[in-house]
């Protein structure tokens, strides 16, 4: 993964200093709360419902062992001894006093970790791929080209207050795992069509929230050595275009749809012409020294066929442990590897949440089995990226003991869930309770496999932190005089053929909540061909049944 | 006399006393003076947040001042303007004004902007830290044309 030198640290640090000195100056009273606002919100610190909340940024997910360590460490120091994995790779603590905060900061920088612009109207944390560079559908690795949008989003002078944040996910592979349709810009690594050189495909105007809408191609296909002048020219049409005057017409997709995206598109050329070929033209040196960092680690040398006889006996002999391997684990691009999927999804506790002896837990598994290294998803769950085959049923064993191989990866009860009104000051309605009601309904483990995959997102309201419109089924917490109910909406997907889920009909109370999913359930059981999956079905027959089932 | 920042240091305004040009006074004057107007002093003009650069691109050579002024302090056109003055070559003084804060000196700078007017002068030799809050950036930017890619070692 990537490693500081001696400029990358030295601007960490001198944020440090600098929101030290600010935090300060507020507590004396020089700078006012308006003031304040966009210089905390720049490092991450938001105010929620019951106390501040931190959001460390986890570039594209990568953690090494040392830094999850540091988080552990943070968590129990600085907060109540755990903490949240967002929708975004990112890191909450929900209860550090704003005080210690420049504290928390300091920490953080000595592993080389930030809070830089993880909240605020700016460039935030670019995400990716939880499977790059080991999937075996990947075409180029994302990650160095993630890297190079981190530095150049990294304290950007220009665009450090924009209209609204700005997300911006990259994505290598044949599979979307980054939902590059629905970010402000999505890059999907593409081979030309005739060349055959591989370049991005460049989507803008994605986004989910009040107004969910589907990226718009803005380029077929981009040289690489162009991305940045390219962002640049991007950013700046929308930088000057964008509204100011209302903050829910504000992103990106809004400018977009306005003005269509083919004049978008001149705007954004024009523009690119005055950057395009200078200085920010990245070099050759520059891509391969950041390609350099994600180089594979020393895989061992097995012998594939007696490896795999051996792990089907493992799973032949113990049920539980066959379910997580056929659940949990992935195909690796190297031979005898498989990637490990870590679900933050037990019933009980809040999707995402992890506690400090876990982490450090999961660092010394990552230290042990996967070359020190740990992954954070979207689906708010942790990935060991490289596990040998033969190692993976002592470490199934070990997270057994932990009560961390809960083998529901993909299914219903991996639920996709936003803190909610439990401590977010915008909620409409608590999220987590919900996941907690859906899980306990369905505990059935035989039942929930046979629904097969199923991507169930709850948000807390409309600003869709769970990305509940992307959900196959999609629940939103709304408020009705005063009363937390909840929308329902189906047909959601974050695939490459992305859709926006349409609302099944009028919302419903929190305790029907598990009642109403059942009954979607079992329409789909009832209508499906043998081969289809939940969202299949859903394509071919629309919402009437379900809607008939639900309201009958 | 009122105090700016100006070139890193605190000094009594150079403009003081001048009257700022709305883009449409300026386009109207150049118009007046015709081919005069080259020969004539720098004079200075005020652009707010939906007056791009484009506005006065072709009076750029006879202005001495473009101040931008910020209606608040979140409004991140000015920024862009900055650049976009840089990039077109003007290389005059290039004035916050209006509601900007101490704690955006080192984006404005970096931006291009060459002169900072607070609506209250009072404490400007506390602000000035503020303007080397970092010794590095990873952007080419008005203040550093190349990227820290071209030039780390
Ligand atoms: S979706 Fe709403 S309630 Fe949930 S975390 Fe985001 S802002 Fe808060």
Redesign the pocket.
């Known amino acids: 993964m990537y490693v500081y030198d001696q400029y990358d640290q030295r601007m960490i640090d001198e944020r440090v200093n600098q929101y030290r000195d600010q935090t300060r100056r507020f507590l004396d009273g020089m700078i006012s709360e308006d003031e304040f606002l966009p210089l905390r919100l720049h490092n991450g610190l938001y105010v929620q419902r019951l106390a501040p909340m931190l959001r460390i940024a986890i570039p594209y997910g990568m953690l090494s062992s040392r830094q999850l360590r540091k988080l552990a460490q943070i968590s129990r120091d600085f907060d109540k001894g755990y903490a949240h994995f967002s929708t975004r790779q990112n890191l909450q603590l929900n209860w550090p006093e704003l005080a210690e905060v420049p504290d928390i900061l300091a920490e953080l920088a000595s592993v080389q970790m930030h809070a830089v612009q993880t909240s605020g109207s700016c460039i935030r944390n670019t995400t990716s791929d939880e499977y790059a560079g080991v999937a075996a559908d990947e075409l180029e690795d994302p990650r160095p080209w993630c890297e190079l949008i981190r530095q150049w989003s990294t304290l950007h002078p220009e665009f450090a207050f924009l209209p609204r944040k700005f997300k911006i996910a990259v994505c290598g592979a044949e599979q979307d795992r980054a939902a590059i349709h629905t970010h402000d810009i999505g890059l999907e690594l593409v081979p030309h069509p005739e060349s055959g050189e591989i370049g991005f495909k460049v989507l803008v105007g994605g986004g989910l929230g009040r107004t969910p809408v589907i990226g718009s191609v803005i380029c077929d296909w981009l040289e690489k050595k162009h991305l940045i002048t390219y962002l640049e020219a991007i950013l700046r049409v929308y930088n000057q275009l964008g509204r100011r005057d209302n903050k829910y017409t504000a992103r990106i997709k809004i400018l977009v749809k306005a003005m269509g995206v083919q004049a978008f598109r001149e705007r954004v050329e024009a523009e690119w012409v005055r950057l395009k070929d200078g200085p920010s033209t990245l070099t050759e040196a520059e891509i391969s020294r950041c390609q350099g960092f994600f180089t594979a680690p020393a895989y061992r040398h097995c012998d594939a066929a007696a490896v795999t006889a051996q792990l089907q006996a493992q799973a032949a002999g113990n049920k539980r442990f066959g379910n997580w391997l056929q659940r949990n684990t992935v195909d690796h691009r190297v031979a005898g590897y498989r990637i490990v999927n870590i679900a933050l999804k037990a019933t009980g506790y809040a999707p995402g949440d992890i506690s400090d002896r876990h982490m450090e837990a999961v660092a010394d598994l990552a230290d042990t089995y996967s070359f020190g290294e740990v992954r954070t998803t979207h689906q708010q769950n942790l990935v060991l990226a490289d596990v040998a085959q033969e190692d993976l049923y002592e470490l199934w064993q070990k997270l057994d003991g932990l009560g961390l191989a809960i083998a529901n990866l993909g299914y219903l009860t991996d639920i996709i869930c ?4 439990d401590f ?1 000051a ?3 309605a608590k ?1 987590i309770p919900v996941a907690e009601a859906i899980q306990s309904r369905f505990d059935d483990m035989d039942y929930v496999y046979d629904l097969g995959p199923l991507d169930l997102n709850i ?8 990305h509940h419109h992307i959900g196959h089924i999609g629940v939103l ?1 709304v408020d009705k005089k005063g009363a937390e109910f909840y929308q329902v909406s189906l047909g959601g997907s974050q695939a490459k053929d992305a859709s926006i889920g349409k609302i099944l009909g009028p919302s419903f109370r929190r305790e029907d909540m598990p009642d109403v999913i059942e009954k979607i359930l079992a329409t789909y059981v009832n209508l499906r061909t043998p081969e289809e999956t939940f969202l299949d079905t859903y394509r071919r027959v629309g919402l009437d049944p379900y809607k008939e089932r639900v309201y009958a | 006399m009122p105090d700016v920042i100006k070139d890193g240091r605190v000094v009594a305004d150079p403009w003081q006393g001048q009257n700022l040009l709305t883009p449409q006074e300026l386009n109207a004057s150049g118009a007046l003076l015709g081919a005069a107007a080259a020969d004539a002093a720098p004079v200075a003009v005020v652009l707010a947040p939906d007056q791009p650069p484009s506005t006065i691109e072709g009076d750029l050579n006879r202005l001495g001042l473009v101040a931008i002024n910020f209606p608040v302090f979140t409004d991140g056109r000015c920024f862009s303007y900055a650049r976009e003055l840089r990039e077109l070559g003007y290389t005059g003084e290039i004035r916050a004004t209006g509601k900007f804060i101490r704690d955006q000196l080192f984006f404005l700078q970096r931006c291009g902007f060459t002169a900072f007017q607070f609506e209250d002068d009072a404490n400007l030799e506390d602000c000035l830290p503020s303007l080397t809050d970092f010794s590095e950036s990873y952007q080419a930017a008005a203040d550093q044309p190349e990227p820290l890619f071209r030039r780390r070692d």
């Open positions: 936003c803190p909610g009104g977010c915008l909620a409409n999220s948000s807390g309201c409309m600003n869709a932190c769970g917490g």
